[in-house]
């Protein structure tokens, strides 16, 4: 595992984004407990837009930015988009 031999900010991120988007929860809740250099509220922001794109129906995609900017800054949404 990627992990194992060096510990990137990228690397920890997008597993903990994984097991947060696979509902591995016990393993989430694991990892986050032990030492990590994960963006955790990266995390967090990235999995409510998930949430929010497959329940919310999007006509374009200037809705989709007004829809998710009470939550993030525009940066944050440039990322994503």
Do not use: C, D, W
Not at 30 to 52: G, L, T, Y
Not at 66 to 74: D, G
């Amino acid at each position: 595992m990627a992990r194992k031999k060096a510990r990137e900010t990228f690397v920890e991120t997008e597993l903990a984004f994984a097991y947060a988007k696979t509902n591995r929860l016990a393993e989430l809740e694991e990892f986050i407990s032990a030492p990590n250099h994960a963006q955790i509220q990266a995390v967090n922001i990235r999995k409510i837009s998930v949430q929010m794109m497959r329940i919310i129906p999007v006509e374009n995609l200037n809705q989709l930015k007004n829809r998710i900017s009470f939550f993030m800054n525009e940066k944050q949404i440039g990322a994503l988009l």
